[in-house]
T-cell receptor, first 116, second 110 residues
Framework: NAGVMQNPRHLVRRRGQEARLRCSPM?????VYWYRQLPEEGLKFMVY????????ESGMPKERFSAEFPKEGPSILRIQQVVRGDSAAYFC??????????????FGEGSRLTVL | DAKTTQPPSMDCAEGRAANLPCNHS???????VYWYRQIHSQGPQYIIH???NNETNEMASLIITEDRKSSTLILPHATLRDTAVYYC???????????FGSGTQLTVLP
């Protein structure tokens, strides 16, 4: 059973370009979460999605960042007009439909974005 | 979610038990204690969680005090591969996100 798959693992962009990060959840998981980890810092929640719905985007920057999880295909985190401060590791996690105590998330290996 | 306090770093000798403490004095009755770890630059890995009772799985044991204001993660026989940052997270069962703090950097020494 494959784990959470993220690609690309490494992405280099110049300022002003767009970055697209993809995440395929574990088989049977319908909930996807995106986290960002800036250099030397802890993980920060960005957004929680179910198929075709954004459930909680309280951690998303107000501009340039968007996320989707279409009915078919992977979840995508899109960063428009990247700036150097967007350089970070972006982790995706998935979980099965939430029960009363299912705080267990399965994380991917991350996508490392470097903005030149 | 309740705030947690962990020591920034700890060392442990290989083969010995590693005991990682966590304070969560403001925990409420419906909040669980979760432990994750992040091995250098990899994605976080779930270890264990509990509500009131002590828990054990193939990776670790979780001891929660009777008043639930603190807990200890125990790795019974630490190996070099257990060197990682360990995060103690308190969250209610209906929470949609996990809040990662600074964690404890555990270094297992040969």
């Amino acid at each position: 059973n494959a784990g959470v798959m993220q690609n690309p693992r490494h992405l280099v962009r110049r300022r002003g370009q767009e970055a697209r990060l993809r995440c395929s959840p574990m088989k049977g998981h319908s909930h996807v979460y995106w986290y960002r980890q800036l250099p030397e810092e802890g993980l920060k929640f960005m957004v929680y999605l179910q198929k075709e719905n954004i459930i909680d985007e309280s951690g998303m920057p107000k501009e340039r960042f968007s996320a989707e999880f279409p009915k078919e295909g992977p979840s995508i985190l899109r960063i428009q007009q990247v700036v150097r401060g967007d350089s970070a590791a972006y982790f995706c996690a998935s979980s099965p439909p939430r029960g009363p105590n299912t705080g267990e998330l399965f994380f991917g290996e991350g996508s490392r974005l470097t903005v030149l | 979610d309740a705030k947690t306090t962990q020591p920034p770093s700890m060392d442990c000798a290989e083969g010995r038990a590693a005991n990682l403490p966590c304070n969560h004095s403001t925990i409420s009755g419906n909040e669980y204690v979760y432990w994750y770890r992040q091995i250098h630059s990899q994605g976080p890995q779930y270890i264990i969680h509990g509500l009131k009772n002590n828990e054990t799985n193939e990776m670790a044991s979780l001891i929660i005090t009777e008043d639930r204001k603190s807990s200890t993660l125990i790795l019974p026989h630490a190996t070099l591969r257990d060197t990682a940052v360990y995060y103690c997270i308190v969250t209610s069962g209906s929470a949609r996100q996990l809040t990662f703090g600074s964690g404890t950097q555990l270094t297992v020494l040969p």
